[in-house]
């Protein structure tokens, strides 16, 4: 089946570093890759939706510069946190799908997420 | 958007049947209806998507009604490593469509 691979599963940084966590689809091409961030309790919340080669498209609230998504290729996507604070800390959580919407019979397929400390 | 309805929480015990019910009221025409299990600190997992009538697979079965208003996501003789969040989505093949995710359904199983 389609693999997602995620890396890394855990980081703990320091405020004020920007940490960078790779998605990369392994066995598939995807056309659109999906981040996500989830606090402890809570469920999955959309920050942006990125297309090879394009610009990432972010949702309401998420700030863009502080978020940074790199789309370059078919298998890879990656999010940069600018500037941590321990309010960022999180469990981030990557998804790709080859038609790009997630339906369709071609459901999104999920890395195992990524823990973010910020001490 | 299709906003979906689960509930929260649900218990059962080892070896029984376990239903989930999920209500999407405002499905598109085009809309898939797809469940996910979620497991603490994993990304969700993909179990089974259907469009409508029945869908089964080695895992669980899809049940949709004919108005596709609900869908109900059935676990046969659950064990205790089923005990997992379960989320309901709906998303079709419109541009910009994207997965939003709703409460999911806790399920606890127990001995």
């Known amino acids: 089946g389609a693999v997602v691979s995620q890396h890394p599963s855990w980081v703990i940084c320091k405020s004020g570093t920007s940490v960078k966590i790779e998605c990369r689809s392994l066995?598939?091409?995807?056309?659109?890759m999906f981040w996500y961030r989830q606090f402890p309790k809570q469920s999955l919340m959309l920050m942006a939706t990125?297309?090879?080669?394009?610009?990432?498209?972010?949702e309401q609230g998420v700030e863009k510069d502080k978020f940074l998504i790199n789309h370059a290729s078919l298998t890879l996507s990656t999010l940069t946190v600018t500037s941590a604070h321990p309010e960022d800390s999180s469990f981030y959580i990557c998804?790709?799908?080859?038609?790009?919407?997630?339906?369709?019979?071609?459901?999104?397929?999920f890395g195992n997420g990524t823990r973010l400390t910020v001490t | 958007l299709a906003k979906t309805t689960q509930p929260i929480s649900m218990d059962s015990y080892e070896g029984q049947e376990v239903n989930i019910t999920c209500s999407h009221n405002?499905?598109?025409?085009?809309?898939?209806i797809t469940w996910y299990q979620q497991f603490p600190s994993q990304g969700p997992r993909f179990i089974i998507q259907?469009?409508?009538t029945k869908v089964t697979n080695e895992v669980a079965s899809l049940f949709i009604p004919a108005d596709r208003k609900s869908s109900t996501l059935s676990l046969p003789r659950v064990s205790l490593s089923d005990t997992a969040v379960y989320y309901c989505?709906?998303?079709?093949?419109?541009?910009?469509?994207?997965?939003?995710f709703g409460t999911g359904t806790q399920l606890k199983v127990e001995l």
């Open positions: 998804s790709a799908s080859t038609t790009g919407f997630g339906g369709d019979n071609s459901p999104l397929h």
């Open positions: 066995d598939f091409q995807a056309t659109t």
């Open positions: 990125s297309n090879e080669g394009s610009k990432a498209t972010y």
């Open positions: 405002n499905i598109a025409t085009n809309d898939y």
């Open positions: 259907g469009y409508k």
């Open positions: 989505l709906v998303a079709g093949t419109g541009g910009g469509n994207k997965l939003t």
